[in-house]
């Protein structure tokens, strides 16, 4: 919800503890592209996988949608973020 009402389509949005990635699932699906880290290896590879299959899903034939946004998840702790990890974030939740 926070999202769709801060945000404004191709927007990046951030999540500093993504967990497995529902905010960047649901900036996808609003047309914005989704960044995040997470702590823990194992969610963060559930988060990437949910993403990449999102962006590209395995049975294509099923879903025409074209997807243009871009995402990205980094297995780090959220404090030792740099500029250089993520383009400007226009939203932080």
């Known amino acids: 919800m926070f999202v ?3 945000t ?3 927007d990046n949005v951030y999540d500093p503890m993504s967990g497995t990635g529902s905010t960047q699932i649901g900036a996808l699906m ?7 880290t997470e702590l823990s290896e194992f969610f963060a ?6 993403c ?9 034939q099923l879903f025409h ?3 243009d946004q ?3 998840i980094i297995c780090r702790d959220a404090r030792d973020v740099s500029n ?3 383009p400007l974030i226009d939203y932080l939740i």
């Open 30 to 36: 609003l047309g914005r592209n989704g960044y995040g």
């Open 52 to 60: 990449d299959e999102f962006i590209n899903p395995s049975q294509s």
């Open 65 to 67: 949608t074209k997807i």
């Open 45 to 50: 590879g559930i988060a990437k996988e949910r």
């Open 4 to 6: 769709s009402i801060f």
């Open 84 to 86: 250089r990890d993520f």
């Open 70 to 72: 871009k995402f990205k």
């Open 8 to 10: 404004k389509k191709n």
